[in-house]
């Protein structure tokens, strides 16, 4: 699983042969066909909603590899947007294909769900500023005296509502979604949702990597069958922690971008753009992060 290209770091796609119709903080977008689109992530990385200069190597491809791994892994339970196209099938530019290796795939057009379906396992973030606030997180009651970072009774669903580019998601709560795409998509979103992470989580847990909390996002089809999309259980979508150094009371360290997140904090940044550029330890650093949450999360 962990074989990476050996190109220089991929901060934005040009492909001559498709159709580029978004390209998000991450990820550039292609129109393939009336039924298929081609994501693919780059080594950008975002911080605080702003993107950041310098492309993190291999990060794209580690994303990509986790969604696929966490996509195979779970299609017993949910079905996905991986469709059967190749990137071979759709790409005859050798020269592009290259820049795509490891790190795009294709996948059915679907109507996404304006909603993140976030579960936490853990209380950390806006969760535990809910929690501090109301002694609840998206209306749902937790018991007094939580600490940071402590393992909730149960998994919660905390779902938020879609924000504009360059805004923050809102949380919302159960309600709220049932308002948004109706009462049984609410709840099949819900249960799936729960049911993808609990397992995910006894996965990670055996390989000593606890996700206190992850958002996915879904689709459906015309026939308003519900898939999975976007990407699954990553460091971008998700709170890796190695459970070596966690202890309830404390932010614990991660495998994702809180790295960068930190080093920003100790710079006099305003938090807009144009975001500042990271030294190369800080770089090499967030790098070796995401290919170690990898390789832990694909062992066998």
């Given at each position: 699983m962990e074989q990476y290209s050996h190109s220089a770091p991929l901060f934005e796609t040009h492909l001559r042969s498709l159709r580029k119709i978004h390209q998000g903080k991450v990820r550039d977008i292609y129109d393939v066909d009336d039924r298929h689109l081609l994501i693919v992530a780059t080594?950008?990385?975002?911080?605080?909603?702003?993107?950041?200069?310098?492309?993190?190597p291999f990060k794209g491809e580690v994303l990509n590899q986790i969604s696929l791994f966490w996509f195979a892994?779970?299609?017993?339970?949910?079905?996905?947007?991986?469709?059967?196209?190749?990137?071979?099938?759709?790409?005859?530019?050798?020269?592009?294909?290259?820049?795509?290796?490891?790190?795009?795939?294709?996948?059915?057009?679907l109507n996404a769900l304006p909603i993140e379906a976030v579960v936490r396992?853990?209380?950390?973030?806006?969760?535990?500023?809910?929690?501090?606030q109301h002694g609840s997180v998206c209306g749902i009651s937790l018991p007094p005296g939580l600490e940071l970072a402590e393992r909730l009774p149960e998994p919660i669903f905390t779902p938020a509502?879609?924000?504009?580019?360059?805004?923050h998601d809102e949380n919302i709560d159960f309600d709220a979604i049932v308002k948004l795409i109706g009462k049984d998509l609410a709840a099949e979103v819900r249960r799936i949702a729960l049911e993808v992470y609990r397992f995910a989580a006894e996965h990670a847990r055996a390989r000593n990597i606890i996700i206190a909390d992850t958002k996915f996002e879904?689709?459906?089809?015309?026939?308003?069958?519900?898939?999975?999309?976007?990407?699954?259980?990553?460091?971008?979508?998700?709170?890796?922690?190695?459970?070596?150094?966690?202890?309830?009371?404390?932010?614990p360290p991660s495998f994702d971008k809180q790295f960068v997140r930190d080093y920003l904090e100790s710079l006099h940044w305003n938090k807009k753009p144009p975001a500042p550029h990271l030294p190369p330890e800080i770089l090499n650093r967030t790098s070796e992060n995401y290919r170690e949450a990898l390789k832990l999360l694909t062992r066998p």
């Open positions: 080594d950008r990385l975002s911080a605080f909603d702003v993107v950041l200069p310098d492309p993190i892994k779970t299609a017993r339970i949910t079905a996905n947007h991986l469709s059967e196209l190749r990137i071979e099938d759709i790409i005859s530019d050798t020269a592009e294909r290259a820049q795509l290796t490891g790190r795009a795939m294709v996948v059915r057009k396992g853990y209380l950390i973030g806006s969760g535990f500023k809910d929690y501090k509502s879609k924000a504009p580019a360059g805004s879904f689709g459906v089809d015309h026939s308003g069958r519900l898939y999975l999309i976007d990407e699954a259980l990553t460091p971008d979508s998700s709170r890796f922690w190695p459970m070596t150094s966690y202890k309830p009371g404390i932010s």
